[in-house]
């Protein structure tokens, strides 16, 4: 399989769908917080990838030898409501941090390892076979921009979380 010659459309329904809606199950089952998509009647474009203040990324790695990513961006606010919640479902811990400390960065990485993990299920059920790499983590635009080398395409998708904010999973190709 080359991403390089498969459709938007294609890309989206196989890879990228799973991801966005393995990530509304999974923020609700490990934050108790409320997120929506509009992504089936999403009309913006989504080859958009503006970074926010915190990212949390993963090479996903095809049986082609292709690398890509999936990148959960988040404004640092909605980063430490997400990482305090997703401690406080998981681990039962009390302690509200107030900054994007290690404890917050280690729950938002086990996040999108869950998306990752639960989408790959539906993900491996097409031609498309993806393993995944450690999650590394992105505190600036500068740190991001080795990212977008020998991309051919992004779709970046909102998440919606009631009353909190929004955050973005990009899906990145080469």
């Not at 958009?48 to 292709?66: E, L, M, P, Q, Y």
């Not at 400390?101 to 999108?112: G, H, M, R, T």
């Amino acid at each position: 399989m080359e991403l390089q010659g498969a459709s938007t459309d294609n890309i989206r329904n196989s890879v990228l769908l799973p991801f966005v809606s393995e990530a509304i199950h999974t923020l609700n089952t490990m934050t108790g917080l409320k997120a929506s998509s509009d992504l089936l009647t999403y009309h913006d474009p989504l080859n958009v990838f503006t970074f926010k203040d915190f990212a949390v990324s993963i090479n996903t790695t095809f049986t082609n030898g292709v690398t890509n990513n999936i990148v959960m961006m988040f404004d640092q606010e909605t980063a430490i409501i997400i990482g305090n919640q997703v401690r406080s479902v998981l681990l039962g811990s009390t302690e509200t941090a107030s900054s994007l400390n290690e404890d917050v960065k280690e729950a938002l990485a086990e996040l999108l390892n869950t998306i990752i993990g639960l989408a790959t299920r539906e993900i491996n059920e097409t031609n498309h076979k993806i393993s995944f790499g450690p999650p590394l983590y992105l505190y600036s635009k500068e740190d991001s921009e080795f990212l977008l080398e020998g991309i051919k395409q992004i779709m970046t998708v909102p998440i919606e979380l009631e009353n909190i904010g929004r955050i973005h999973l990009s899906y990145l190709t080469r």
